[in-house]
């Protein structure tokens, strides 16, 4: 499988942006799908974006479109999760995964077998 490592995490006032960055071990284009899930205290983990696997299909959670961006850099094996107009709801433990059974990535979170370790995104009001 392969790893994962999430960064670009913080404290961030409402209303302001975060950049939150994935490294995969190996390459991902054409072979997984990548998504971002979270995970408030006390609250199941739940879907917030994903991309597939060639990079040309992005899907949002409701709650969260119009406000973040997914994205890929295939050279770097990274994936990105631009975060802007952020709101105190948005505070989790953000978690890469990845996907090598679902082209087109998905919201639910058993098809991805490739987890990070999380990084958490604070915003106060």
């Known amino acids: 499988q392969v790893q994962l490592v999430e960064s670009g995490g913080g404290l961030v ?6 950049r939150l960055s994935c490294v995969a071990s190996a390459r991902t284009f054409g072979k997984y ?5 979270r995970q408030a205290p006390g609250k199941e983990r739940e879907f917030v974006a994903s991309i597939s696997w060639s990079g040309g ?5 409701d709650s969260v479109k119009g ?3 997914i994205s890929g850099d295939n050279a770097k094996n990274t994936v990105y999760l631009q975060m802007d107009s952020l709101k105190p709801e948005d505070t989790a433990v953000y978690y890469c995964a990845a ?3 679902s082209p087109r990535g998905s919201t639910d979170s058993r098809v991805y077998a490739s ?9 106060s009001s």
């Open 13 to 18: 006032q409402a209303g302001g942006s975060l």
């Open 33 to 37: 799908a990548m998504g971002w899930f």
């Open 99 to 101: 996907s090598n059974v």
């Open 67 to 69: 406000r973040f961006t």
């Open 115 to 123: 987890w990070g370790q999380g990084t958490q995104v604070t915003v």
């Open 57 to 61: 299909y992005a899907d949002y959670a």
